[in-house]
């Protein structure tokens, strides 16, 4: 009897280990490749890039953000940054008038990412993960390197 019992325990054990160690292991919806959509976005004051591809590895603490693209006069563009969902500012390079990022996560489907040049916000970026996970939008308002005002809508394709 006590073998039965030691036998459906171990059994129930290494069934919620297993479903433990599936649910750690899948990735954050975030994670992946992602590629601009110009059809669907839009862009104020203009003109948008050429192309645009962000490769992003995040978890439920951190992400890892690379983005190269083609910018409207075709000159490579990249874009790169390391940060924690914790509100602290972390280095940014490759944005022009930006120097650090600090980022929160209201829910699983959303980041936001305040932007700064020293102490001074230029721009805050708001990004959602649609609820097929197939599509992220991302939401610029700030100025640029130039002072204009933007207010961008960039949406991305997951590849």
């Not at 590629?35 to 951190?62: C, E, F, Q, R």
């Not at 829910?107 to 040049?117: F, Q, V, Y």
């Not at 102490?119 to 939401?139: A, P």
Request: hydrophobic fraction near 35%; aromatic fraction near 6%.
């Amino acid at each position: 009897m006590r073998i039965k019992m030691f036998t459906a325990f171990l059994t129930s054990m290494l069934l919620v280990a297993f479903a433990l160690n599936v649910a750690a292991a899948a990735p954050d919806q975030h994670s992946g490749t992602w590629k601009l959509n110009p059809d669907k976005s839009s862009y104020s004051p203009g003109p948008a890039p050429k192309s645009n591809t962000v490769t992003i590895n995040s978890d439920a603490d951190s992400i890892k953000l690379s983005s190269d693209g083609i910018d409207a006069k075709g000159n490579p563009t990249h874009v790169e940054y390391t940060a924690k969902y914790d509100g602290k500012d972390y280095p940014i390079t490759g944005v022009p008038n930006v120097d650090t990022v600090a980022l929160e996560r209201p829910d699983a489907n959303t980041i936001r990412s305040t932007m700064k040049k020293g102490d001074l916000v230029v721009m805050t970026v708001t990004s959602v993960i649609s609820k097929d996970g197939k599509t992220r939008t991302s939401t610029f308002k700030g100025k640029n390197a130039e002072g204009q005002d933007i207010n961008n809508v960039v949406v991305y394709d997951k590849q």
